[in-house]
Every structure is written in C-alpha cells, then in structure tokens.
Nanobody
C-alpha cells in the first residue's frame, strides 16, 4: 500500500499564491504519473495537472499559465505552485499517484486539502 499525504492548503486572497505538496510513502515500487485533482462543492472531480516520471506535464485549461506542477523523484513528492488564484479555484485538492509493481498499475488517492480563495 502507498500512502499520499497532502499539505499546503489554506485561505488566500484573490491574486495570491499557494504551494501544495504531496508525499508518497509506504510500500512503493515505482511511482509513475502523479497528479492533482480538485473538487468544488456540487461539482465533479476534475484534473488540475499531471506529471510523468520523466517530467512531462499536462494541465487543465482553467489553470494553464497560472499553476505549475513539479516533482522530486527521489522523495516521491509532487508539488503544485498556484499563482494568480481566483475564487473559482476554491476546492478540495487531491493528490493521485500510479505505482507500477512490474505487472500492473495501482492508483492511490490522498485525503485532500482545502484551498479557499476569498477576500
């Protein structure tokens, strides 16, 4: 089993910045794609950004140019730098990771961290 622990959420004013972190631990084989999703009240969970083990990235349209995903492979940690935050970015942000055990992928979710953008 792999555990994902997020940190860095909180309350920030519009236009502000936050940095989320997610560290994977436990019985890790080989962490592959790591991603951030978010879910606002009454809405479906959506992909915010993802990053492969080689550094290739993918962003949701609503965050392109404002958010940056990065990772530290030796530490099995992924980061999400969020700039120019808007009230519509308010959501619970979840970390997700795929672990490759040599024969199959297993997906894991973190517990989520609340991000609130409000004046």
């Amino acid at each position: 089993q792999v555990q994902l622990v997020e940190s860095g959420g909180g309350l920030v004013q519009p236009g502000g910045s936050l940095r989320l972190s997610c560290a994977a631990s436990g019985s890790i084989f080989s962490i592959n794609v790591m991603s951030w999703y978010r879910q606002a009240p009454g809405k479906e969970r959506e992909l915010v950004a993802s990053i492969g083990s080689g550094g290739s990235t993918n962003y949701g349209d609503s965050v392109k140019g404002r958010f940056t995903i990065s990772r530290d492979n030796p530490k099995n940690t992924v980061y999400l730098q969020m700039n120019s935050l808007k009230p519509e970015d308010t959501a619970v942000y979840y970390c997700h990771a795929y672990d490759w055990d040599g024969s199959k992928y297993a997906g894991y979710w973190g517990q989520g961290t609340q991000v609130t953008v409000s004046s």
